[in-house]
T-cell receptor
Framework: DQQVKQNSPSLSVQEGRISILNCDYT??????FLWYKKYPAEGPTFLIS?????DKNEDGRFTVFLNKSAKHLSLHIVPSQPGDSAVYFC??????????FGKGTRLSVIA | GAGVSQSPSNKVTEKGKDVELRCDPI?????LYWYRQSLGQGLEFLIY????????KSGLPSDRFSAERTGGSVSTLTIQRTQQEDSAVYLC???????????????FGPGTRLTVL
């Protein structure tokens, strides 16, 4: 049973527009959420995180929103750039436990 | 500074052979994690080392899989009697502190692509 779900395997966005990547989770004990970006043949790279005590965290072009009642989080990238094209993984943890990852969403930013 | 390194980058082996995958974490990081990513799947947690505590082996898929971490630094993941379903990218990550704590952001190595023929 997947505890972290990324229901869109892929997403295409035009350069300059907003990219919205979504993630749903089932475990109400999750209290820390992260987004990782992965380029081909490289390991995932940490992008941004959010604690369950917040509903928004912003870092430059990247903003993560958390809706605890809906068990949903999203990553907004604006404006999107071709270099943002990668696979994005949502991850979550509950207390002192390792991260649980979603299957990823492949983002393609078209110039 | 140096990131997490893994070796080999690629490994092709025959079914039934044993393989060893190596991970060098970032110096000073107390926590080390192994994951694997099969084709079309997300990252599957395998094992987690934190300081001198007993490792969390809850993600190991079978007793053919084992891992050790020597001297609190380098880790080796061993797969005995490899099967074709073991083919995946094996990723190692390290963090400054243990999971669930501030500063526990995990930094990943480039992975080892294992192909079992």
């Amino acid at each position: 049973d997947q505890q972290v779900k990324q229901n869109s395997p892929s997403l295409s966005v035009q350069e300059g527009r907003i990219s919205i990547l979504n993630c749903d989770y089932t475990n109400s004990m999750f209290d820390y959420f992260l987004w990782y970006k992965k380029y081909p043949a490289e390991g995932p790279t940490f992008l941004i995180s959010i604690s369950s005590i917040k509903d928004k965290n912003e870092d430059g072009r990247f903003t993560v929103f958390l809706n605890k009642s809906a068990k949903h989080l999203s990553l907004h990238i604006v404006p999107s750039q071709p270099g943002d094209s990668a696979v994005y993984f949502c991850a979550a943890s509950a207390g002192n436990t390792p991260l649980v990852f979603g299957k990823g969403t492949r983002l393609s930013v078209i110039a | 500074g140096a990131g997490v390194s893994q070796s080999p980058s690629n490994k092709v082996t025959e079914k039934g052979k044993d393989v060893e995958l190596r991970c060098d974490p970032i110096s000073g990081h107390t926590a080390l994690y192994w994951y694997r990513q099969s084709l079309g799947q997300g990252l599957e947690f395998l094992i987690y080392f934190q300081g001198n505590s007993a490792p969390d082996k809850s993600g190991l898929p079978s007793d053919r899989f084992s891992a050790e971490r020597t001297g609190g630094s380098v880790s080796t993941l061993t797969i005995q009697r490899t099967q074709q379903e073991d083919s995946a990218v094996y990723l190692c990550a390290s963090s400054l502190v243990g999971a669930g704590r501030a500063g526990a952001t995990q930094y990943f190595g480039p992975g080892t692509r294992l192909t079992v023929l």
